[in-house]
């Protein structure tokens, strides 16, 4: 009922920078927190970057000062900036999505993206 889908992704030198967007759609009555992960070859799921309903925003020590993220709440829509990208930045990055689905409901399901890559490399 809900798809979020990544976009955006690709090839890049280092020093470069890329922009991934990920559009939530389906049976979405309302988005609450957003976010963007990431999973590199042989390493864990780390947390890159997420933003609150209210635009409150949080990162990873790692991409501070070089990502970041911002939504715009009429297209269900999640962005990730990237900037000064260096070849450690290289993975898998997908978005989330605390979604509800009927009005008045307390309860909200996250829902995952399939994923998009980014490979910084000379």
């Known amino acids: 009922q809900v798809q979020l889908v990544e976009s955006g992704g690709g090839l890049v030198q280092p020093g470069g920078s890329l922009r991934l967007s990920c559009a939530a759609s389906g049976n979405i009555f309302s988005i609450n927190a957003m976010g963007w992960y990431r999973q590199a070859p042989g390493k864990q799921r780390e947390l890159v970057a997420t933003i609150t309903s209210g635009g409150s925003t949080n990162y990873a020590d790692s991409v501070k000062g070089r990502f970041t993220i911002s939504r715009d709440n009429a297209k269900n829509t999640v962005y990730l900036q990237m900037n000064n990208l260096k070849p450690e930045d290289t993975a898998v990055y997908y978005c989330?999505?605390?979604?509800?689905?009927?009005?008045?409901?307390?309860?909200?399901?996250?829902?995952w993206g399939q994923g998009t890559q980014v490979t910084v490399s000379s």
């Open positions: 989330n999505g605390d979604i509800s689905h009927i009005i008045g409901h307390p309860y909200y399901y996250r829902y």
